[in-house]
T-cell receptor, first 112, second 117 residues
C-alpha cells in the first residue's frame, strides 16, 4: 500500500545552518506530495506541495523537489532560523483514494 | 488559505464520561472532513472520514461506537468520545476538504488535547 518513510529526528541545528529532512515514498499511480509543519501546541499547516514529477514546491525559504526516479521528496532550507523549530511531516495523497498518508514526523530544533 | 477551527482546544474529563469535539470550516464548505489522532512524538493516525449527510467511514481498528462522528452540515463535524478512559487521552485533529469549490485542498484544525483522568 501507499506509505511515507521519513528521516527520524530529532534534528538539532544552529541558526543559519543548512537543513535537509529526507522523505521517500511508496505509491501506486501518481501521488501528490506534501510537507506540513506543526508548531508546538498547534495543528498542521501546509508548508509546500508538488503534484507531479520534477515539480519543485517552495515556501518561506523551504524547498522540495518531486523525484519520481528516486521516489523522494526531501525538504531543504539553506539557512534555518530559531522560528523554524517545529515538527515537519512528509505526506502523500493517493491519486486514487484521495486520503493523506503521513510520515512519522521529524522534530527540528534550531538554537540561536 | 481556508480556516478550520476546533472547539474546545483542550478538555479534561473524568473516566466514564463523554466528550464532544467540534470542527468547523469557517470560510468554505467542507464536503469531506477527516478526524486524526496523534500520539506524543508520533504521526497522525486517520480515524475516520466523513462526508456531509452520510455515515462516517472508519479506519480499521477504530471503534465506531466509541468514537461517534457526525457531519450534519457542510461546515460542521463533531467527534464524540463516549465513555472515555485514560487510554483515550490524546491530541485529536480534524481536517476539512472542499473537493468541488475554491479550495481543492485539505486544511487542518488546531487540534484538541483530551485528558481523561
Amino acid at each position: 500500500g501507499d506509505s511515507v518513510t521519513q528521516m527520524e529526528g530529532p534534528v538539532t541545528l544552529s541558526e543559519e545552518a543548512f537543513l535537509t529532512i529526507n522523505c521517500t515514498y511508496t505509491a501506486t499511480g501518481y501521488p501528490s506530495l506534501f510537507w506540513y509543519v506543526q508548531y508546538p501546541g498547534e495543528g498542521l499547516q501546509l508548508l509546500l506541495k508538488a503534484t507531479k514529477a520534477d515539480d519543485k514546491g517552495s515556501n518561506k525559504g523551504f524547498e522540495a523537489t518531486y523525484r519520481k526516479e528516486t521516489t523522494s521528496f526531501h525538504l531543504e532550507k539553506g539557512s534555518v532560523q530559531v522560528s523554524d523549530s517545529a515538527v515537519y511531516f512528509c505526506a502523500l495523497r493517493s491519486s486514487t483514494l484521495g486520503r493523506l498518508y503521513f510520515g512519522r514526523g521529524t522534530q527540528l530544533t534550531v538554537w540561536p | 488559505g481556508a480556516v478550520v477551527s476546533q472547539h474546545p482546544s483542550w478538555v479534561i474529563c473524568k473516566s466514564g464520561t463523554s466528550v464532544k469535539i467540534e470542527c468547523r470550516s469557517l470560510d468554505f464548505q467542507a464536503t469531506t472532513m477527516f478526524w486524526y489522532r496523534q500520539f506524543p512524538k508520533q504521526s497522525l493516525m486517520l480515524m475516520a472520514t466523513s462526508n456531509e449527510g452520510s455515515k462516517a467511514t472508519y479506519e480499521q481498528g477504530v471503534e465506531k461506537d466509541k468514537f461517534l462522528i457526525n457531519h450534519a452540515s457542510l461546515t460542521l463535524s463533531t467527534l464524540t468520545v463516549t465513555s472515555a478512559h485514560p487510554e483515550d487521552s490524546s491530541f485529536y485533529i480534524c481536517s476539512a476538504r472542499d473537493f468541488s469549490g475554491t479550495y481543492n485542498e485539505q486544511f487542518f484544525g488546531p487540534g484538541t488535547r483530551l485528558t481523561v483522568l
